[in-house]
Structures are given as structure tokens and as C-alpha cells.
């Protein structure tokens, strides 16, 4: 059963975040959370949100979904395939969330609770289906982080499993199932080992929490990112890897390193320390902003993987793919709306507005999204087709701030043979910012030498050009450097 309706119960830190995925990915949320403020809160949430797919996407995003809040569990499940519980992590306020579900939910519709670490055999105890019931596991924002742990209980269906490791990737998402059901699942164990060595050194007076952050952010953090922990052990083995790596350090396993099984006092004192350690390291920054930076900072991070094709750069990248292919036809007949984004943090410099080789990039994917369009897409490309860029002019004609959104649009000036000649406008609302002329010509890239295009892609090129042979000439075309304007 395909999902399309979905419900989130709990529109707090994750259930928000929940919602942002959801609708970003087109699908209608009805959300029910008791709290007087709670849609307020979502709303904060679902901007901040929204400026960050805005500036990490830059295929064309699908039509947004529907936001409901609904006045009950019970309204909010009625009609959802996929019901996401996101209230606090009690084990009673599960189940009466529950129960009030199943009095109007489809017996099929899928629970996917998103608790920490309490086993789903306990969660699906007392349901009338519990075979629908699953953990979906996700991390702190969800809207942005991809991962999320499937874990199934005693009760719960092949199907339902089946159902979910189907559903998470259609949101950009990368499940991962775990064999076996235990509390903390995998995550939360690991985090949870980490965190409770944590406030051992800062009881202790070891260090801050400033100096402990600066050395997971400075340090092992960047390692994680990109290559978890046992690859990257595996490279710090050197070139006899692994063996030799648990050859030197297994030893020091039994050695004092750690406490982890030991747990701190967690008395008023600890709590104290702890607070007032972090209200001096972050304190003067609000929580919406420091979120707003950490967002950015995410972003910036798998952007970069993109580039390298590697963990959750290469997972954005498939995402990316399946939006363009999913994109409605545009209307030939003007300029081809070809690139889109909200100008990000890291295309910023030091002059505080958009630096000179993002203008180039827009444009380059601006170009990619024209050639899609023209059905030089992923799968020609692996069949050895593409474009090579032989000459570019950019003309910089307004600043481009951060946070701005812009958009380039692309006409076809000619096109010969093998060759494509293309006008690039980029523009914040009607504000044209900048233009670029490229020469393209039809690569084969198996004999890395010119060809002509195939023929579905040579009668679209011929198509829009023949269209775009009646638009205006655009004003700049062919101009050279240091030429007066006139
Ligand atoms: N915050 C985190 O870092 C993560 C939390 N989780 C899990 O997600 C779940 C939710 O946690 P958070 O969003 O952090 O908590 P939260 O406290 O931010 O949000 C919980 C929301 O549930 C609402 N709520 C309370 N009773 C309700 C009811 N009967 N029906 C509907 N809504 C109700 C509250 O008003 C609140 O807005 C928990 O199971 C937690 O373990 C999972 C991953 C990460
Ligand atoms: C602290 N936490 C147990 C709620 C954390 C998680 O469950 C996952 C995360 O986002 O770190």
C-alpha cells in the first residue's frame, strides 16, 4: 500500500521535525500535540526548516504537502497510511496515544514510533494490530540528518518492515534495519557511552565543556562524518589496516581509558556545572539561531560529500536524481527555469555577499538542469553522453546576499551540430543579477572526443531551439570584457 496521508502525534523537537520531511516530500500531515503553544513551535520549527531545503537542494523540490493540526489522536489518524508517534519517551504515554489511534486508524496503517531506546515488543504490547507497529529511529533534525533505525519487535510483520525500508528512501532518507531488537537500538548506545564518559571529565574538572566540544568539532567529529568509526579505524591500521590497528590497541582495552559502565552522580551539582558551562560557551546565542548554524553547517558538510560522491553526500545525490527525474515538464517556449536555490552560508566571502566561483557553479548546474531537460540525464550520461563547456562569459551585475533567493532561467541562442550555445540569467525576483553566455559541445564520453548528440536528445535541442528563435536577442549577448556598456 503506497503512503500518502500521514499523521504525526507530538509536534515537538522531532515530531516537527517529522513534518518538515514529510511535507517537504509531499505528503499531508495531520498533527495533533496537546500543547498550547504547539503550533506556534511547529511553525518556528517548519521555517527554519524550509530555508534549509531551500539552500540544500538544488534539483527541483517537489510541491509541498499539507499541514492540519488536527484536535485529537483519534482525527489525526483517521485516513493517515503512516502514522508517526513523537510524544515523550514514557511507555504510558505511548500506549494511550495508541490506543486512541487504533480506534480510528485503517488496521494497515503503519505505527512507526520514533522513541530513543524503548524496545517495540514493550510499545506494540497492548495494540489490537501490533503487527503495524515498528521503531523509525531518526536523529536530531530529522529534517536534515538521513539516517534513521528500523527496528522491529516480537509481533511486528515482515510486511510493516518491508513497508518502511520501501517508504524512508522516497523521503531522502537511508534506513538502516537492525537485526535484533534491544533497548537504545544502536545509536543511542554508542551516543549514550560517549556522552556519560563526558560528564565524568567535566565532574571531574578535566575540562569544559567548550574544550570537550572543540575536541570532537576539531577532531574525531570530522572523522565520524564521513567515515564512521570502523573505516576509520581501518585507515589509521596504516597499510596493514585493520589487524594491525586492533594489534596495537586492543591491549589498551583493559587498560583505566574509560568509565562507561560506572554513571556520575546526577545530582543538582552536576546538572549546575554542566548548565552553566554551556550558558558560557552558547548562552548569548538563541536556540531557533544556533539551530539556524547548525543547519548551515550540516548543509555545508554533505554538500561537500556530494562533491566527493561518498556517505551522505552520495545518499543527497540519489535524492537529488529522483527530484529531477520526477520534475513536470517545463513550457518550452521561454526562457527554461533551469537552477533554483537560497544563496547558503558557505557560498558566501569575506566581502559578506555571494563569491565569484558560486556564480560559476549556479550556472554549471543551471547547465545540468538543461540538459535534463533535454534528456542528457544520469542514465545518458552513464551511456556516454554528455555536454563539455568550451567558453563562458559571466557578467556580475548586482550582489547576491546570503539567504537570497535566486533562480536562473536559460535560453537557447543557437544550436549546430554538436555545438549548444546558451544565455543563463540568474535572478532574485524580478532583480537580474547576473548573465552567462556558454558554449557547450556534445561530448562522447567513452572516446572522450566530440559526437553528436543521439537523436531523442538532438530533436529536443532542435525543438527548443527552433522556440527559442523567437524570443527577444537578450541584451549583453557577446560582449567582452572592458567593452563600454552602452
Ligand atoms: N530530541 C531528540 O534528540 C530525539 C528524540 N527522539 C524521541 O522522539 C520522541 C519525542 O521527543 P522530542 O520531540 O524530543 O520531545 P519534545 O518534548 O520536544 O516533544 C514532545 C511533544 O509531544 C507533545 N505531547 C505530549 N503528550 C502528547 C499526547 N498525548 N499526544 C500528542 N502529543 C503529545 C508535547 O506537547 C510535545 O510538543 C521521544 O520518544 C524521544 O525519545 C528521537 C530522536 C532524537
Ligand atoms: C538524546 N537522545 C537519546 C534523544 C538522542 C537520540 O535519540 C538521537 C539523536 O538525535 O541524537
Given at each position: 500500500?503506497?503512503?500518502?496521508?500521514?499523521?504525526?502525534l507530538?509536534?515537538?523537537?522531532?515530531?516537527?521535525?517529522?513534518?518538515?520531511?514529510?511535507?517537504?516530500?509531499g505528503?499531508d500531515?495531520?498533527?495533533?500535540?496537546?500543547?498550547?503553544?504547539?503550533?506556534?513551535?511547529?511553525?518556528?520549527?517548519?521555517?527554519?526548516?524550509?530555508?534549509?531545503?531551500?539552500?540544500?537542494?538544488?534539483?527541483?523540490?517537489?510541491?509541498?504537502?499539507?499541514?492540519?493540526?488536527?484536535?485529537?489522536?483519534?482525527?489525526?489518524?483517521?485516513?493517515?497510511?503512516?502514522?508517526?508517534?513523537?510524544?515523550?519517551?514514557?511507555?504510558?504515554?505511548k500506549?494511550?496515544?495508541?490506543?486512541?489511534?487504533?480506534?480510528?486508524?485503517a488496521?494497515d496503517?503503519?505505527?512507526?514510533?520514533?522513541?530513543?531506546?524503548i524496545?517495540?515488543?514493550?510499545?506494540?504490547?497492548p495494540?489490537?494490530?501490533?503487527?503495524?507497529?515498528?521503531?523509525?529511529?531518526?536523529f536530531?533534525?530529522?529534517?536534515?540528518?538521513?539516517?534513521?533505525?528500523?527496528?522491529?519487535?516480537?509481533?511486528t510483520?515482515?510486511?510493516?518492515?518491508?513497508?518502511a525500508?520501501?517508504?524512508?528512501?522516497?523521503?531522502?532518507?537511508?534506513?538502516?534495519?537492525?537485526r535484533?531488537?534491544?533497548?537504545?537500538?544502536?545509536?543511542?548506545?554508542?551516543?549514550?557511552?560517549?556522552?556519560?564518559?563526558?560528564?565524568?571529565?567535566?565532574?571531574?574538572?578535566?575540562c569544559?565543556?567548550?574544550?570537550?566540544?572543540?575536541?570532537?568539532?576539531?577532531?574525531?567529529?570530522?572523522?565520524?562524518?564521513?567515515?564512521?568509526?570502523?573505516?576509520?579505524?581501518?585507515?589509521a591500521?596504516?597499510?596493514?589496516?585493520?589487524?594491525h590497528?586492533?594489534?596495537q590497541?586492543g591491549?589498551?582495552?583493559?587498560?583505566?581509558?574509560?568509565?562507561?559502565?560506572?554513571?556520575?552522580?546526577?545530582?543538582?551539582?552536576?546538572v549546575?556545572?554542566?548548565?552553566g558551562?554551556?550558558?558560557?560557551?552558547?548562552?548569548?546565542?538563541?536556540?531557533?539561531?544556533?539551530?539556524?548554524?547548525?543547519?548551515?553547517?550540516?548543509?555545508a558538510?554533505?554538500?561537500?560529500?556530494?562533491?566527493?560522491?561518498w556517505?551522505?553526500?552520495?545518499?543527497?545525490?540519489?535524492?537529488?536524481?529522483?527530484?529531477?527525474?520526477?520534475?513536470?515538464?517545463?513550457?518550452?517556449?521561454?526562457?527554461?527555469?533551469?537552477f533554483?536555490?537560497?544563496?547558503?552560508?558557505?557560498?558566501?566571502?569575506?566581502?559578506?555577499?555571494?563569491?565569484?566561483?558560486?556564480?560559476?557553479?549556479?550556472?554549471?548546474?543551471?547547465?545540468?538542469?538543461?540538459?535534463?531537460?533535454?534528456g542528457?540525464?544520469?542514465?545518458?550520461?552513464?551511456?556516454?553522453?554528455?555536454?563539455?563547456?568550451a567558453?563562458?562569459?559571466?557578467?556580475?551585475?548586482?550582489?547576491?546576499?546570503?539567504?537570497?533567493?535566486?533562480?536562473?532561467?536559460?535560453?537557447?541562442?543557437?544550436?549546430?551540430?554538436?555545438?549548444?550555445?546558451?544565455?543563463?540569467?540568474?535572478r532574485?525576483?524580478?532583480?537580474?543579477?547576473?548573465?552567462a553566455?556558454?558554449l557547450?559541445?556534445?561530448?562522447?564520453?567513452?572516446?572522450?572526443?566530440?559526437?553528436?548528440?543521439?537523436?531523442?536528445?538532438?530533436?529536443?535541442?532542435?525543438?527548443?531551439?527552433?522556440?527559442?528563435?523567437r524570443?527577444?536577442?537578450?541584451?549583453?549577448?557577446?560582449?567582452?570584457?572592458?567593452?563600454?556598456?552602452?
Amino acid at each position: 500500500m503506497t503512503i500518502r496521508n500521514t499523521a504525526v502525534l507530538g509536534g515537538g523537537v522531532i515530531g516537527a521535525g517529522w513534518v518538515a520531511r514529510l511535507i517537504e516530500n509531499g505528503h499531508d500531515v495531520a498533527v495533533f500535540d496537546p500543547a498550547p503553544d504547539a503550533q506556534r513551535r511547529l511553525e518556528a520549527a517548519l521555517a527554519n526548516a524550509d530555508a534549509a531545503y531551500a539552500k540544500l537542494y538544488t534539483a527541483p523540490r517537489r510541491p509541498k504537502g499539507q499541514v492540519r493540526m488536527a484536535g485529537s489522536v483519534a482525527e489525526a489518524c483517521a485516513g493517515a497510511d503512516l502514522i508517526v508517534e513523537a510524544v515523550p519517551e514514557r511507555i504510558g504515554i505511548k500506549h494511550r496515544v495508541y490506543a486512541e489511534a487504533e480506534d480510528s486508524a485503517a488496521p494497515d496503517a503503519l505505527i512507526a514510533s520514533s522513541t530513543s531506546g524503548i524496545r517495540p515488543s514493550d510499545l506494540q504490547a497492548p495494540l489490537r494490530h501490533p503487527e503495524r507497529l515498528l521503531v523509525a529511529h531518526p536523529f536530531n533534525p530529522v529534517y536534515l540528518l538521513p539516517v534513521v533505525e528500523i527496528v522491529g519487535g516480537k509481533r511486528t510483520s515482515e510486511e510493516a518492515i518491508a513497508r518502511a525500508m520501501a517508504f524512508y528512501p522516497t523521503l531522502g532518507m537511508k534506513p538502516v534495519r537492525i537485526r535484533r531488537e534491544i533497548e537504545a537500538f544502536v545509536a543511542d548506545r554508542l551516543l549514550e557511552a560517549l556522552w556519560r564518559e563526558a560528564l565524568w571529565l567535566i565532574r571531574d574538572g578535566i575540562c569544559t565543556t567548550q574544550e570537550l566540544d572543540d575536541i570532537v568539532r576539531y577532531g574525531f567529529g570530522l572523522r565520524w562524518a564521513q567515515m564512521g568509526v570502523f573505516d576509520t579505524y581501518r585507515v589509521a591500521g596504516g597499510e596493514a589496516g585493520m589487524r594491525h590497528f586492533m594489534a596495537q590497541f586492543g591491549p589498551c582495552l583493559k587498560w583505566p581509558w574509560t568509565r562507561l559502565t560506572d554513571v556520575p552522580e546526577f545530582d543538582d551539582a552536576l546538572v549546575d556545572l554542566i548548565a552553566g558551562q554551556s550558558d558560557a560557551q552558547s548562552g548569548h546565542i538563541p536556540i531557533r539561531q544556533l539551530e539556524r548554524i547548525r543547519d548551515d553547517n550540516l548543509i555545508a558538510i554533505q554538500k561537500a560529500l556530494q562533491g566527493t560522491g561518498w556517505g551522505a553526500g552520495a545518499l543527497l545525490a540519489e535524492h537529488e536524481t529522483r527530484l529531477a527525474a520526477e520534475a513536470p515538464e517545463p513550457d518550452w517556449t521561454g526562457p527554461l527555469p533551469t537552477f533554483a536555490i537560497r544563496v547558503p552560508a558557505h557560498w558566501l566571502d569575506y566581502n559578506g555577499h555571494m563569491t565569484e566561483s558560486r556564480y560559476l557553479e549556479a550556472f554549471a548546474l543551471a547547465t545540468d538542469g538543461f540538459m535534463r531537460m533535454v534528456g542528457l540525464d544520469a542514465e545518458a550520461i552513464a551511456a556516454g553522453h554528455s555536454l563539455f563547456t568550451a567558453e563562458t562569459h559571466i557578467r556580475h551585475l548586482a550582489e547576491v546576499s546570503r539567504e537570497e533567493d535566486i533562480a536562473v532561467t536559460t535560453q537557447v541562442i543557437a544550436a549546430q551540430g554538436r555545438k549548444v550555445h546558451l544565455w543563463h540569467a540568474m535572478r532574485a525576483g524580478e532583480r537580474l543579477l547576473a548573465t552567462a553566455e556558454h558554449l557547450l559541445i556534445h561530448m562522447d564520453l567513452r572516446r572522450r572526443a566530440s559526437a553528436d548528440p543521439p537523436p531523442a536528445v538532438r530533436r529536443r535541442i532542435d525543438h527548443v531551439a527552433a522556440l527559442h528563435a523567437r524570443l527577444p536577442r537578450p541584451e549583453g549577448i557577446g560582449r567582452h570584457v572592458g567593452q563600454p556598456k552602452g
